[in-house]
């Protein structure tokens, strides 16, 4: 048998502090110091292999070569995504739960989403006018959750929407944090899951009847591969993955709008009627914005890949946000340019700030089109819909903070509607 390549080696043993130092970025400066899109690294006490760029993400959405068991830290799973959820499987079991992900995804449903979401800014506007200031951040959140509740069947009364709010904030803010933090975010999964479980119980019993194709009624009934029902957490889990990514585009938007203040320079095309121009600004936004910076799977089987040696349960992270500021597949990747895709395409393992490979085989995000069509209608709402001042604030957001939201949260004044 041939003998492998060295693989580049971090020299000093333990990065994890390194890792938590630098953020999104870490990955990027080891890449750049050792000149090797792979390298092995010690993080949390394990050895990992490092990837990085357009072929190394082909490799890692592999199926027959990487896994998802045993890659995801317990913790993650008791906060951001939950325990049991199509986040954790593989093969078959995974194939047929996406499935009933990407079920809802139709261009039916998405359309019926955007209808929704038209009507909850309209709404939001109104209010906007009678108030001094408004935080983007923080109304987008309220709007989203008001939104995906609606979509998903998730029947919410007005007197819930500031605490649940509040809780399925804590899942995608507080999943690197330690402590008092963590111990919170843990609590508000529970109480969320204890919530749309009983929404589950209710919806078996028939005392509450979704609609047809809304993540409730799939959830409730669906049955995995041995053709059982899941269980009443598991279906919570599920839904809740419906339901707090929606909310978590808040942070786009607070970064779309960000990018709109920063860069006047493209406000024309944004009005233009060409939707092709919304578009590539929102996968800009996606490209260059810091939001989910790697993710992790376990080498299946022993393989060689390049002449570097994989060893079954080798843990192996692929660089989200490196690659989508990898300057061999982006010129200029630093700089805010929606103009580039014209030359610059894109292609399933360049663009991956929601993962990459394909939706059903692999885990790529299911969420990604419903993400972009919400981008591009909240976007024509900022850019083509009102007008606005925006004071003096910290427009600068962390590179370390994982997720990163811009420190202002984006405070508009004096917004009234665009005639
Ligand atoms: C807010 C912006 C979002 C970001 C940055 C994001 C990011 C991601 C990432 C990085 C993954 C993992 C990809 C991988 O493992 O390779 C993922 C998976 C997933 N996302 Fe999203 N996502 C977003 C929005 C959404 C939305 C709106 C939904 C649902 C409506 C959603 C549902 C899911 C689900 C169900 C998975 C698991 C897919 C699987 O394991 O097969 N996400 N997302």
């Known amino acids: 048998m041939q003998e492998s390549r060295p693989m580049p080696k971090l020299e000093r043993k333990n990065q994890t502090a390194s890792m938590i130092r630098e953020g999104y970025q870490f990955l990027g400066n080891r890449r750049r110091g050792l000149q090797s899109n792979i390298f092995e690294a010690h993080i949390l006490g394990e050895k990992v292999i490092c990837l990085s760029g357009e072929q190394a993400a082909a490799l890692f959405y592999d199926t027959e070569k990487f896994i998802r068991k045993g890659a995801m830290p317990k913790r993650f799973q008791e906060t951001l995504t939950g325990e049991g959820g199509v986040q954790s499987l593989d093969g078959v079991a995974h194939r047929h739960r996406k499935e009933a992900f990407m079920s809802l995804m139709s261009a039916e449903k998405i359309n019926q989403l955007k209808e929704m979401l038209k009507d909850q800014w309209e709404r939001k506007l109104n209010d906007f006018e009678k108030q001094q200031e408004v935080n983007v951040y923080s109304e987008a959140q309220e709007l989203l959750l008001r939104l995906a509740c609606q979509w998903a069947g998730v029947p919410l009364k007005e007197k819930e929407v500031q605490e649940k709010k509040e809780a399925i904030i804590q899942l995608f803010e507080s999943p690197v944090t330690l402590g008092y933090k ?59 993955n419906i339901i707090r990514p929606i909310v ?91 103009t580039r895709f ?78």
């Open 182 to 240: 963590q111990w919170k975010a843990k609590k508000a999964r529970q109480e969320l899951e204890t919530w749309i479980g009983g929404l589950i119980k209710s919806v078996r019993k028939g005392d509450l009847i979704p609609f047809e194709g809304t993540a409730m009624k799939v959830f409730a009934f669906h049955r995995d591969e041995q053709d059982e029902l899941l269980n009443e957490k598991i279906a919570a889990v599920e839904v809740l």
């Open 342 to 419: 014209k030359d610059e395409p894109i292609t399933p393992y360049n663009l991956i700030p929601q993962g990459g490979g394909e939706f059903i085989l692999n885990h790529r995000c299911a969420g990604e089109w419903v993400t972009i069509e919400v981008m591009k209608v909240s976007l024509d709402y900022f850019a083509n819909r009102m007008t606005f001042d925006v004071p003096k604030q910290d427009l600068s957001y962390s590179l370390v903070n994982i997720p990163s939201i811009p420190k202002s949260k984006i405070i508009l004044k004096n917004v009234r509607r665009k005639d």
């Open 248 to 338: 978590a585009i808040s942070i786009y938007i607070a970064f779309e709008v960000h990018a709109m203040i920063q860069h006047p320079e493209h406000q024309k095309r944004l009005a233009s009627e060409d939707e092709k121009d919304l578009q590539d600004f929102v996968q800009e936004v996606r490209r260059l914005y810091p939001f989910f910076p790697f993710n992790a799977a376990r080498v299946k089987e022993d393989f060689k890949w390049e002449g570097y040696a994989f060893k079954k349960g080798t843990l192996t992270m692929l660089d989200f946000y490196g690659t989508n500021h990898d300057p061999t597949i982006w010129n200029n990747p630093e700089v805010f340019d929606p």
